[in-house]
């Protein structure tokens, strides 16, 4: 009785994970074409994105206005930056903010419109190795400490 409890379960579990994976807006199977990095930064330049960003250890151009706000792109994060979730930040930069619940726009233009996806491509695989995961400090007494 207990070893078929265990293989329904499996087959449930199995189930359930490709019924996720085969739903109309699904993730699942999505990839771009490999990006050149040194195209990325002068498409991150020509795109005018150093009006509201700066990329950790690199010296991009001033913006020709002074910032309003000043976002850093790249450093370190808590937790791995994927390629999945640069290219969602650029195409739908809404998304935290709508997934959240919290009804609000994101202060970056929408550049579906005129952002190519070769530049896509390219900015994200010019970002994605500026991110470095760091893993938090618990020290002796098991707090997290940043």
Request: include cysteine.
């Amino acid at each position: 009785m207990n070893n078929r409890f265990s293989q329904a379960a499996a087959l449930l579990a199995l189930f359930l994970m490709t019924a996720c994976g085969s739903q109309v807006n699904s993730p699942q199977g999505f990839r771009l074409p490999k990006g050149d990095p040194d195209a990325g930064r002068q498409a991150f330049v020509a795109v005018g994105c150093m009006q509201c960003h700066t990329v950790f250890k690199d010296s991009l151009p001033e913006p020709e206005m002074p910032r309003a706000l000043t976002v850093q792109l790249g450093g370190e994060v808590p937790r791995v930056k994927t390629y999945a979730q640069l290219v969602t930040s650029i195409i739908y930069p809404s998304h935290a903010t709508t997934d959240s619940n919290a009804v609000s726009q994101s202060p970056m233009p929408d550049l579906t419109e005129n952002l190519t996806v070769r530049q896509l491509v390219d900015i994200t695989q010019y970002l994605q190795p500026k991110y470095k995961v760091v893993l938090p400090d618990y020290s002796h007494d098991g707090m997290y400490h940043p």
